[in-house]
């Protein structure tokens, strides 16, 4: 695994830790257990039991009410703005309401994601008038409703898809905004197997003049639920033996969101990764899954 992926997943395990696990459930109707504590030794009771029985065989048993949880989190409102560089976002206002025994904030009690043509909206939004992110850190106390406006930059003016599910639980909504530019590309049909391939590779810089091979994959997401590149596979290059560093900062042709964006099933998406390479001499390309159990990718690239 290289140290980015590391660093990524370590960040991620401190967040569980720290959150305290899934959130309180809310305090909807009570689950009624049919335990009966009384008894009766009545003979009386007996034969008039069994009589009310017999009279209700013909008749079909009610179906247990199983209280469903009740979603603690709902899109207010939502608008278009533009982040500091012009570039298109969707701001969505979400009101929730705290149902832990304690103090919590939006950040670490919920998951927030925005698909659209089927790829995750990057929510890393910058210099947006409309998008306060202290809100998203501020703890609320228990019983307490609040507003959070998140913005997350779109690729063009399709419909979008809200999932917000609770940090590690369960999905708590699901719904989709129409932003009057159709559809979009959604993933259908028969899903496939998970694959990977290697589309393209160029030389490039990094801000220090170091030099960078830039591999753009081609990743299909055949697996049941949303997947992101980073939390799927370690993919590593070696060059005369030796493993590349992928820690590439400043290099243009090298987009780090698209590793961590995650696809919808049935979804082909390309990623771009760097690896720091010390000469034109052959490249190796690994890519097996994050555990490095299976094997996807192994491929040589000639340089020269």
Known sequence: MNKSKKALLAALFCAAVLSGCTPGETSGSNISTSSDNSTSSSSEQSSSTKSEESSTDSEPAPESSVPVKEANIKVASWKLSTDYSGKDVLVIEYEWTNTKDDTANFMTTFIDKVYQNGVECDSGVIGCDDVDSQKQMNDIKPGVTYNVAVGYLLQDKTNVNVVVNEFLGDE???ETIELGGGEGAAPGGEIAETSIKIANHSISKDFEGADVLVVNYEFYNGEDSAKGFSFMFTDKAFQNGVECDSTVIGCDEVDVQTQLNEIQ???????SV???IEDMSEVEIEVKD???????LNEKISLS
């Open 172 to 174: 708590l909504l699901n």
């Open 265 to 271: 099933p049935g979804v082909t998406y390309t990623v």
């Open 274 to 276: 760097g690896y720091h």
């Open 290 to 296: 994050l555990f490095g159990t299976k094997d996807y």
